[in-house]
């Protein structure tokens, strides 16, 4: 195993605060938070989501982030460090993640293509159902994406993760606040924006919780082993606690923003992918300019998905530099180019292998599903009985208290929550999830 002392780790608190927001703010905080927010009512959904954020995502990412600062390893060693017979929790979220990376990086290689589409002005009627199903121009995107992922991941814990932090998290923030501005500079936008926060609690329902719990838990990257191996590269004298509040706050500004900015195009009412790559697109056709407009919102979500493949790479490349003691150049490639392999699969399930199905789904569907209904929630109910319950009383205040930031009178609440909140929010976020996949068989 590595030595802590020359594992590297990040400069400072601002380098922490970067890399981890990056880790967060991924491509859900851009297509999914606006249209549940606008399924659910606007402000009312938002006020819900800030409580479950306080109750649920905010522990359980300074659960994930001490459990590495305790521990300085890898996700498998870091927790049967803390416990021993428990490192098969650090392997799952390494399964996890890395079966993440295999449709995460596909749709990281669209970013790119409709960034440089959008600037030719390439972009047309039908365009995203014909690029996403052809054979060679979706892969090659992929793989540049996945590249520019792991030169990053080749520098190191400072020389490529935090000096890429530093230069991307501002570019990503100028760029969704350059977006922002120019739609509330439209009276449109304005009026569109106000519902954002104007509360309409006629549309709050079960449902809006369950939205709720499940942004709130998914949104800040937690199981996949990827909080932990930065919270492992936390300075001694981090605060731990503070630093999870500055991610949280980022990564919610980030996801309110994007509401804006949808809610001012019009389309709050698109899902997902279709947001992004179709509907966007026609509104940018239709505005001053639209190409430039239209190659900065690209260029948002690339910086977005480059912010949060980083994350995923790290955490699966050391576990190989400090498990197995490979170099970190080796350990890189590996993890390279089995994301590629598996990319590759996910991709072309959308176009010349989309007859290759499981349980009706394709290899990509199958990936985001498998991972979101199932991996994901078990690892985050066993990452909150683990810190909660598992690991030692004593040794858990110590960290928080001693070295996370969290006074003496606020520990007891926080390890309420990681000890009977957090499993039973979580555990309702499973629940309904498989229930939704049985529905749909």
């Not at 699969?345 to 959308?350: E, R």
């Amino acid at each position: 195993m590595a030595s802590v002392d020359n594992r590297g780790g990040f400069g400072g608190k601002i380098a922490a605060i970067l890399a981890a927001a990056g880790s967060a703010i991924g491509l859900g905080n851009i297509w999914r938070f606006p249209y549940i927010t606008n399924e659910n009512g606007g402000g009312a959904f938002i006020l819900i989501y800030l409580a479950c954020i306080i109750l649920l995502g905010l522990p359980l990412l300074i659960a994930e982030f001490s459990v590495g600062h305790n521990s300085k390893c890898n996700p498998v060693d870091a927790y049967s460090k803390i416990r021993k017979g428990w490192g098969w929790l650090g392997a799952m979220g390494l399964v996890s993640v890395f079966l993440i990376m295999g449709y995460y990086f596909v749709i990281s290689g669209w970013t790119l293509d409709y960034a440089i589409s959008s600037a030719t002005n390439a972009i047309s009627d039908g365009y995203f159902q014909e690029f996403t199903t052809s054979t060679w121009s979706p892969l090659i995107y992929t793989y540049i994406f996945v590249l520019l992922t792991h030169f990053i991941i080749i520098g190191g814990v400072q020389g490529g993760i935090e000096k890429a932090s530093k230069l991307m998290m501002p570019l990503l923030f100028a760029i969704i606040i350059a977006l922002a501005v120019y739609s509330l500079w439209q009276p449109e936008g304005r009026a569109a924006a106000s519902g954002v926060f104007t509360p309409d609690f006629s549309k709050v329902s079960g449902q809006t919780f369950l939205d709720a719990i499940g942004q709130a838990f998914f949104t800040l990257s937690i199981g996949m082993g990827a909080m932990l191996i930065y919270g492992s590269y936390f300075k001694k004298g981090t605060k731990i606690a503070g630093t999870a509040i500055s991610v949280v706050a980022l990564d919610t500004l980030v996801a309110i923003t994007a509401a804006i900015i949808i809610f001012s195009a019009g389309v709050e009412d698109v899902q997902g992918s279709e947001l992004a790559f179709v509907a966007m697109p026609k509104v940018f056709s239709t505005m001053p300019a639209g190409e430039v407009w239209a190659t900065l919102f690209f260029l948002l979500l690339g910086l977005a998905a480059l912010s949060s493949t980083i994350s995923m790479h790290e955490a699966v490349t050391s576990y190989f530099v400090e498990k197995r003691n490979m170099s970190r150049k080796k350990a890189a490639w590996l993890v390279t180019f089995g994301a590629m392999a598996l990319a590759t699969t996910a991709s072309l399930s959308l176009g010349m292998w989309s007859d290759v199905t499981i349980l009706g789904m394709n290899i990509f569907d199958t990936l985001d599903t498998f991972t979101g209904k199932f991996m994901l929630p078990i690892l985050g109910i066993m990452t909150a009985i683990f810190v909660g319950w598992i690991w030692k009383k004593e040794d858990m205040k110590a960290e928080l208290t001693a070295e996370g930031g969290i006074d003496k009178a606020t520990y007891p609440f926080v390890r309420f929550l990681l000890k009977w909140v957090c499993p039973v929010l979580v555990s309702i976020v499973f629940v309904f999830g498989v229930i939704d996949f049985i529905d749909k068989l």
